[in-house]
């Protein structure tokens, strides 16, 4: 299993920015995915998560900054942030879950909100 991101950088704040996530070795349709991150110093923390029904979860820190959301015959999750503060800057990471199944992560891409 592999899930691969893209998409972090450095931006300003109030600026944009939208991750990618592209998974292989799973079937991609059947799996609950998502977006966590991990500032320095800070405990893992989840973003958003979106079921695969399509129901979606957002973290209260970004809530009403983010939008996530699937493709899955790209088998591909998408995370959109806008309004980005300082406190956005962390590595996120993809999550692929399953009920009674492992748990896949990522490798994480940096995102960090500096002027």
């Known amino acids: 299993v592999q899930l691969v991101e893209s998409g972090g950088g450095l931006v300003q704040p109030g600026g944009s920015l939208t991750l990618s996530c592209v998974a292989s070795?799973?079937?991609?349709?059947?799996?609950?995915m998502g977006w966590y991150r991990q500032a320095p110093g800070k405990q893992r923390e989840l973003v958003a998560t979106v079921t695969s029904m399509g129901s979606k979860y957002y973290g209260e820190s970004v809530k009403g900054r983010c939008a996530i959301s699937r493709d899955n015959a790209q088998n591909t999750v998408w995370l959109q942030m806008t309004n980005l503060e300082p406190e956005d800057t962390a590595v996120y990471y993809c999550?692929?879950?399953?009920?009674?199944?492992?748990?896949?992560w990522g490798q994480g891409t940096q995102v960090t909100v500096s002027s």
């Open positions: 070795g799973i079937i991609f349709s059947g799996w609950q």
């Open positions: 999550n692929a879950w399953k009920l009674v199944s492992n748990d896949y």
